[in-house]
């Protein structure tokens, strides 16, 4: 057993050719490259950015086509009663006419809908002693 | 029987126009009566509920004849104010402008036919000796009560119905005038604008003639089973709702007269 150690501690461990191809081998990126992998970065993010800004713009534009025009604005339209009835706002038969409206106004509104004069009255219907 | 039936409905409406005073103060005097009967029962009543709870309480021979002779009384105080009230619709009738006369008359058989039972009524009180006989004669007039309330309450429909038939004949009359004086103006003005005013009143006046007919539907349904659940509320409402309608079309008339006049 004491053999054994000591031979650890004397010898190295001669690697085989297979152990020496499967052994991994860490490299250190040069500084020329890290700068290059940030600008590569960078501008994918500014691309992605314009993308987004460009395809937004273009949407937008799209729904501007789309959408309706605007109503027009409406306008009064100029008075439609012709003029030359005027000459009759002081006929009598037409005042008359107005009158019976506003008469026939007032007994539309003054109609008694409850009759409270000849409402059933109020009685004990089954009067009774017990 | 017919032709009596027409007699009377052309005199009634005689009367109505020739008199319309004088058919006024029946109304009045029917009123005046059924106020007095009504203040009468009140009174009665209330002596009839001493003596009842004296009765109940005491139970004594003079109690019991105190109650008798009160319980008999208010039950007669009761049918004078029940025949007082159907005289009272008959003179509503007899006054509302509009109503149908056979409406009138058929009331009037009505109220003959009350009038009979209340007699009978009346008798059997008089012949009651005990408080027995007098709350089974009671109770008779317990049952026929609904059909009173019935009675009542459909009176009441016929008068909101004649009185919008009344109003609907006015509008339809002023709308005529207008027409009228839109034909007058056609031939040198170009009116298209004042005749939409016109159709509009048309149109308002269609849709009261559709609520009337709801009106009367309610108030005289064919399924007469449907008379036990008469709210007279309900039906005074669809009166509301159908005259609202007639209001409207007199507004577009008056609009439409305005655009001369103002």
């Known amino acids: 057993m004491f053999k054994f150690l000591s031979r650890s501690q004397k010898e190295p461990v001669q690697q085989t050719p297979v152990a020496q191809k499967l052994a991994p081998t860490v490299t250190v990126p040069s500084s020329k490259t890290i700068y290059f992998l940030i600008g590569l970065l960078v501008v994918l993010i500014l691309a992605a950015l314009a993308g987004i800004i460009l395809g937004t713009s273009l949407i937008l534009r799209y729904q501007k086509q789309t959408l309706p025009p605007p109503p027009a604005p409406i306008e009064a339209s100029p008075s439609a009663v012709p003029s030359g009835i005027k000459k009759y706002a002081s006929d009598s038969a037409v005042l008359k006419v107005k009158e019976d409206v506003r008469t026939l106004q007032s007994e539309i509104s003054s109609m008694d809908y409850f009759q409270t004069e000849i409402s059933p009255p109020v009685i004990d219907s089954n009067i009774q002693i017990q | ?262």
């Open chain 2, 1 to 262: 029987m017919l032709l009596i039936r027409s007699l009377a409905s052309l005199v009634l409406i005689a009367l109505v126009v020739l008199f319309p005073s004088s058919v006024r103060a029946d109304y009045q005097q029917a009123f005046s009566n059924y106020s007095a009967q009504y203040s009468q029962y009140r009174t009665v009543y209330s002596q009839f509920t001493v003596a009842r709870s004296a009765y109940q309480t005491y139970r004594t021979l003079a109690a019991q004849n105190t109650a008798i002779t009160s319980f008999r009384k208010v039950l007669q105080t009761r049918n004078a104010l029940v025949s007082a009230y159907y005289d009272l619709l008959q003179e509503k009738l007899n006054t509302t402008p509009s109503v149908d006369p056979l409406d009138i008359s058929a009331f009037g058989e009505i109220n003959n036919n009350t009038k009979l039972w209340l007699k009978e009524n009346n008798d059997k009180i008089a012949g009651s000796a005990s408080i027995e006989d007098l709350n089974s004669v009671s109770s008779e007039f317990a049952q026929r009560y609904p059909q009173m309330l019935i009675d009542s309450k459909q009176t009441i429909g016929r008068v909101l119905l004649a009185q919008g038939t009344y109003l609907d004949n006015r509008l339809s009359y002023v709308t005529l005038e207008v027409k009228n004086f839109l034909t007058v103006l056609a031939q040198d003005n170009d009116v298209t604008i004042l005749e939409r005013g016109i159709l509009q009143a048309q149109t308002k006046h269609d849709l009261y003639t559709q609520k009337h007919d709801q009106e009367r539907q309610y108030f005289f349904p064919t399924d007469t089973y449907r008379l036990d659940n008469l709210d007279l509320l309900q039906g005074q409402q669809i009166a509301i709702a159908a005259n609202q309608y007639l209001s409207e079309s007199a507004n577009y008339l008056l609009e439409l007269i305005k655009n001369v006049t103002d």
